[in-house]
């Protein structure tokens, strides 16, 4: 079961954040979509999925990707799209320091470069130390690289706490980033 489940939930990833269209599944302009829809596209692809199943993935996320409308009748992943979605989310003020993890043979080119956000919408970061350095191992061998957020907001950035509690921000500059 637990491999099921880990298999759904990284197909849903697919899907929610990335590739709708891989099933014929319509997100709408915030990137939700129908439940009863995405179960049945879901099992057109060969998997037997039910609402029970959809519930614990959601429930049991550690990352805590997905996220239900109030009824539950709709779901999006709360963050980390390479779609055009509008997740209307409020500019916060984040702590004076964040991190990110990531692996280490790409440090150099983000000590050039900086922080850019790729295919996604935005750079992510993570309040704690052992959040990033579990985002850097899934690459290699994890740094962690601490980002001067206060110096950020104060040269006019704009900050996203997306509901699942990565900050989200456009892009970090190299003169805001520590190894």
């Not at 239900?68 to 009748?73: I, V």
């Not at 993890?101 to 050039?112: D, H, N, P, Q, Y």
């Not at 950020?152 to 989200?168: C, P, Q, R």
Request: hydrophobic share 40%.
């Amino acid at each position: 079961m637990q491999q099921q489940l880990k298999h759904i939930s990284k197909f849903m990833s697919l899907i929610l954040r990335h590739k709708p269209e891989t099933i014929g599944l319509s997100l709408d302009e915030n990137g939700w979509a129908n439940v009863a829809e995405l179960i049945s596209k879901i099992n057109e692809q060969g998997n037997n999925v039910n609402i029970d199943i959809i519930n614990t993935v959601v429930d049991t996320n550690d990352k805590k990707r997905f996220a239900f409308n109030e009824d539950k009748t709709m779901i999006r992943a709360n963050q980390g799209h390479s779609i055009d979605v509008e997740l209307n989310l409020k500019p916060i003020t984040p702590p004076d320091i964040l991190y990110h993890g990531t692996a280490e043979r790409f440090v150099g080119s983000i000590l050039k470069e900086g922080l850019t956000k790729q295919q996604r919408q935005h750079v992510h970061l993570s309040l704690l130390q052992e959040t990033a350095k579990a985002v850097g191992s899934r690459h290699g061998k994890p740094v962690i690289l601490s980002i001067n957020t206060k110096a950020m907001t104060e040269a006019g950035f704009i900050f996203y706490l997306s509901d699942n509690g990565v900050w989200l921000v456009n892009s970090v500059p190299v003169e805001y980033i520590t190894v």
